[in-house]
């Protein structure tokens, strides 16, 4: 597991990650969520043991991280902006990585690079920024470390590199209990992969929650009341986080689960009653608007 | 990740580096020996049978020690070069996010990553060369250059080689690490490199500009900068092999007395490089990885090179002002702000450089008057002498020994192969080595009576209305106090010349000062050591007077004879004799090839004055056609010839009279008043003097006809001898003669 407690981080004078505080359970896929300088890459570039927090700590399975190989050795982290060695190919990268990881797979490397259609033998400067993305996550996957960092990995691939991307991570999360932490400013791309997902806004955590736990906790409702006057004795029972009308159709958003929602309208005659699936964006913009946060912006940029 | 294939993996990422060093190598151990040593074989090839009697063979054998010359400079222009590459490009991944990223991330401990960029480089240029330096061996051997000495040598230049990398590799390295991008890292590896030399630069102009009594050995030596390894590397390394390295061929004794001599400063060197690596060290620890394309990665070292350089600026435009708007008290508002001006354009200059944003100009902006404030004081304790440097004398119990000697000194022999004498004769290095004067308290004496005068004529020069400002010529001097704490101190001294007798006797006097100061005995026996080597060799000889000049060759018995001779009549030398005395001639004594195709003068050469009480060097000289009389007999003379030029006031000549005079008690009163005195180190300046100059003719003189028309023309053969007389001294009839009209005195 991965604790960062009370994390502190300066540039400059300015705040870059300020207080911070999360869990991130192994085995499980944890998506980090911010617009640009929220302190997304900052937090990455910490766990990961680049940079140093000013104060609080950052543990990878009950150790310090910064200046520690034996953690290091323990994940693989992958840059927004990658660098390879000069003027080398897959395979030079190859040998560069399991001369450093001792469970590094050489057999698992040539297998995925022949998956994808990358060449080994080609060298890495002529490769596409897709492609050099794809390498990176094919070197990091073949180190069989326990955790996997990905700064905005998913944003230069295609779709369907990213969904085998996906599965790949998928495969090594069940057979090996890979731990994911990814960032993204893209909602929608860490939906179906995450099993947890961070907001952050201005170096601190706005929210933090298993998408189960979100997913069950909130529903989305659509009613239209036989008798109008019974729509004031549903509103009051329920714990509404949205409520839009457009004419006799009411739709809410409740922190309520199925079972709550069907007591509560067992009793009221309806015309409609429907329970509907809400998007994890949806879940969000419900959650930080009660908090006060226009997650529209920050979502979307 | 195993050692091995971590340097691998450093040289396969930097191939270019490993091009370059192999590069240099072929160049320094290569091809440049290749030229160099194949010139100097047909070189001694002509030699050999002009000045030496060892065989070819060996002289060539010999010879290979020529290509050191060239090679010690060469090997240290391509080291520090390659020095300084491989330490910015070693760290240079520091530079980019994205590299810092891939590097930082890795399980590689940052100790171990510094480790391995640093040994790397350390380890390619140690092999290269190596492989080079084998290479070079073969070169020698090849044109049949090779001997144990410059097999030694060349063995030898390799370990100085590789420690000189080591040092300003090291300090390359710091200032990588120090520095948040490569043109940063590049300023700070030159400042790292230069601000010792910049403050002895700033440290040298100001005493120099301000303390009267200050008196530097050579310049180089005072900016030398003992934190920069390249220096060592010169001045212990290269300038001996330079030294040894001479037409004669290089001898193995001499090179283990080069090398074994430069052990110190090697030693030295390998503390700066290790200085310097802890330093680099703890900063790569330290270091914050988001520093990534800032100015200087800590705070304080941004202060301190702005401190360092607002400082330095504004002290040199301080001594600037002061030397064009300054008096001699205080300083003028002028001054004051053109250090303002300077002081503000660096920091602020400094500032965008450093930040490279513009917004930022003022940043700490109170560094500014913080620099002008120091700059300042510092001006202020130097252009008033605040810790009296020019009064001090140290207390006699504090010294082991003196010397002293006056600016202008003729006589010290030049001895080639002694390493306290730098190529091409020192005088202070000298007598610093053979001048050891006990009667240290007769040498304070004369101090520090030498050091008022030279203070009152500085006060003189720049108050027209002081007291002093009319000034009195003076014997320049120097001051050597060795003190027990191994320390040499040097003052440059003014002596009046109404200096007391009886204290110049008590030093010049003194046997230590005769001996070190004319080295008669020294003069035989390095020619005498020279002769045993090189039998080919002769000893010259110039004798000279007011007169004329004769030139001949002596054998080494008469240098004996003659060198006997002068260490006896030197006993009667001290300053009362060189004024009451005349020197009537000097001896030039040197050493050089049959046919004079080849200098050995640097071997050795020494002028020895000779005076009218020198009885037994005069007879030596005698007895071997070395003497030139001054004069012919007054019997001889048949005519006396006088030129007087008067010039004006705007030193233009206002007039020349010409007279001649067959009288013979004319001719008597002429040549009575007729000035032999050769000009020495204690002669009296005085530029007021004005002279008649006479040429006096035997019967031989005026009959003939040489090439010009002109008696006097120095140019003819037998034209008589030309002497002045002081007007002063002219018999009155002459005057008159030649229409002297003293010039009014000032």
């Known amino acids: 597991m991965i604790d960062i407690t009370d994390v502190y981080k300066t540039y400059e004078g300015s705040p870059a990650v300020s207080n911070l505080s999360l869990h991130m359970k192994g085995g499980e896929v944890f998506g980090l969520l911010g617009t640009n300088g929220a302190g997304k890459t900052t937090l990455l570039r910490m766990i990961a043991g680049i940079i140093k927090a000013d104060s609080g700590s950052i543990t990878i399975d009950g150790l310090p991280v910064y200046d520690n190989p034996v953690v290091k050795e323990k994940f693989f982290f992958i840059p927004d902006e990658l660098y390879f060695l000069p003027h080398s190919r897959g395979r030079d990268m190859a040998r560069h990585y399991a001369g450093i990881y001792p469970d590094f797979s050489t057999e698992e490397f040539n297998t995925m690079m022949e998956r994808f259609g990358l060449d080994p033998a080609r060298r890495i400067n002529s490769f596409s920024k897709g492609m050099k993305k794809q390498l990176a996550v094919v070197l990091g996957l073949s180190s069989h470390t326990r955790y996997l960092l990905c700064d905005e990995t998913f944003d230069g691939l295609d779709p369907v590199m990213r969904q085998a991307t996906k599965s790949l991570i998928a495969v090594a999360m069940e057979e090996r209990s890979l731990t994911t932490v990814m960032t993204s400013h893209n909602l929608r791309e860490l939906e179906d992969v995450c099993d947890h997902v961070g907001l952050l806004h201005k170096g601190g955590v706005l929210l933090s929650k298993d998408i189960e736990d979100l997913k069950i906790g909130v529903q989305k409702l659509q009613v239209v009341y036989a008798d109008e006057d019974d729509s004031y004795n549903a509103e009051e029972r329920m714990s509404i986080l949205d409520h839009k009308r457009q004419g006799r159709l009411h739709v809410y958003v409740a922190r309520q689960t199925p079972d709550e929602l069907d007591e509560i309208f067992d009793d009221i005659d309806t015309v409609l009653y429907e329970i509907l699936p809400l998007t994890l964006e949806e879940i969000f913009i419900s959650e930080t608007e009660v908090v006060g946060y226009d997650i529209q912006k920050i979502i979307n940029g | ?746």
């Open chain 2, 1 to 746: 990740m195993t050692f091995k294939r971590s340097l691998m993996d450093n040289y396969r990422n930097r191939l270019w580096i490993v091009a370059l060093v192999i590069l240099t190598a072929v160049l320094q151990f290569v091809f440049i020996p290749a030229v160099h040593m194949g010139g100097a074989r047909i070189h001694m090839m002509d030699m050999e049978m002009d000045i030496l009697s060892d065989p070819l063979p060996v002289l060539l054998q010999n010879a290979g020690g020529a290509w050191l010359q060239a090679s010690a400079f060469t090997g240290m222009l391509f080291t520090c070069a390659i020095a300084a590459i491989m330490g910015i490009q070693g760290f240079s991944y520091l530079y980019q996010t994205r590299s810092v990223d891939f590097y930082d991330s890795q399980p590689i401990a940052f100790s171990r990553r510094f480790f391995i960029n640093y040994i790397s480089s350390v380890i390619l240029y140690a092999v290269v060369y190596g492989i080079g330096t084998l290479l070079a061996v073969l070169v020698t051997v090849a044109l049949g250059m090779g001997s144990p000495a410059v097999f030694m040598g060349l063995a030898g230049e390799y370990i100085w080689l590789v420690i000189l990398f080591i040092g300003m590799y090291s300090i390359s390295v710091l200032a990588a690490v120090l520095s948040g991008n490569l043109f940063i890292a590049a300023l700070m590896d030159a400042f790292l490199c230069g601000i010792e030399f910049l403050y002895r630069l700033i440290n040298f102009g100001c005493m120099n500009g301000w303390f009267t009594t200050m008196y530097s050995l050579s310049d180089e030596k005072f900016l030398t900068p003992v934190s920069l390894p390249m220096s060592w590397y010169i001045m212990r390394f290269a300038v001996g092999i330079m030294r040894i390295s001479n037409p004669w061929g290089t001898r193995t004794a001499e090179v283990v007395s080069v090398l074994s001599g430069s052990l110190p400063a090697m030693a030295i060197c390998l503390a700066i490089g290790a200085a310097a690596t802890a330093l680099a060290y703890n900063a790569f620890l330290f270091r914050k990885r988001e520093m990534v394309q800032k100015g200087l990665c800590f705070g304080f070292v941004e202060s301190f090179v702005k401190f360092a350089l607002g400082i330095s600026g504004g002290v040199l435009a301080g001594m600037a002002g002061d030397s064009i708007f300054g008096s001699m008290f205080g300083f003028s508002p002028l001054t004051v702000i053109v250090m303002a001006v300077t002081v503000v354009l660096i920091c602020v200059i400094g500032e965008w450089i450093l930040s490279l944003d513009i917004t930022k100009l003022l940043r700490r902006a109170w560094q500014i008057p913080a620099c002008l404030v120091v700059s300042g004081i510092i001006l202020f304790v130097f252009k008033t002498d605040a810790f009296g440097y020019d009064r001090y004398i140290p207390k006699a119990s504090e010294v082991e020994s003196c010397a002293f000697y006056p600016t202008n000194s003729f006589s010290f022999t030049m001895i080639s192969g002694d390493e306290s004498i730098e190529w091409g004769g020192n005088r202070d290095s000298y007598f610093a080595k053979y001048m050891q004067l006990s009667n240290i308290e007769d040498v304070e004496a004369l101090a520090k009576l030498g050091m008022e005068k030279q203070r009152l004529d500085q006060i003189g020069e720049m108050d027209a209305d002081s007291d002093n400002a009319y000034y009195e010529y003076d014997w320049q001097a120097i001051v050597l106090y060795r003190m027990k704490n191994g320390a040499e101190v040097y003052r440059r001294i003014a002596l009046p010349y109404d200096v007391d007798r009886t204290l110049m006797d008590a030093v010049l006097g003194s046997k230590e000062y005769r001996e070190a100061y004319f080295n008669p005995k020294g003069v035989y026996e390095v020619t005498a050591s020279v002769m045993n080597t090189y039998p080919k060799i002769q000893i010259n000889t110039m004798y000279s007077n007011r007169a004329t000049s004769q030139s001949g060759i002596m054998d080494i018995d008469t240098l004996k004879e003659f060198t006997d001779a002068y260490e006896k009549d030197l006993s009667a030398y001290d300053f009362s004799m060189t004024q009451d005395e005349i020197c009537i001639g000097t001896l030039d004594i040197s050493i050089a090839s049959r046919s004079n195709t080849y200098d050995f003068s640097m071997g050795m050469n020494q002028t020895l004055p000779i005076y009218e009480n020198y009885t037994d060097v005069i007879k030596v000289l005698r007895e071997h056609n070395m003497y030139c009389e001054l004069l012919p007999p007054k019997e001889d003379v048949v005519k006396v010839i006088s030129e007087y030029t008067q010039w004006d006031e705007y030193g233009d000549e206002s007039q020349s009279v010409t007279g001649s005079y067959t009288d013979k008690s004319r001719i008597d009163q002429i040549m009575d008043e007729l000035e032999f005195n050769m000009y020495g180190e204690w002669s009296k300046d005085n530029y007021n003097d004005e002279y008649f100059y006479i040429t006096v003719l035997t019967e031989a003189d005026v009959a003939y006809t040489g090439d010009s028309d002109d008696p006097s023309d120095y140019t003819n053969k037998n034209c008589g001898v030309n002497l002045p007389m002081l007007v002063n001294n002219a018999p009155g009839f002459l005057k008159e003669d030649m229409g002297y009209t003293p010039m009014k005195s000032e």
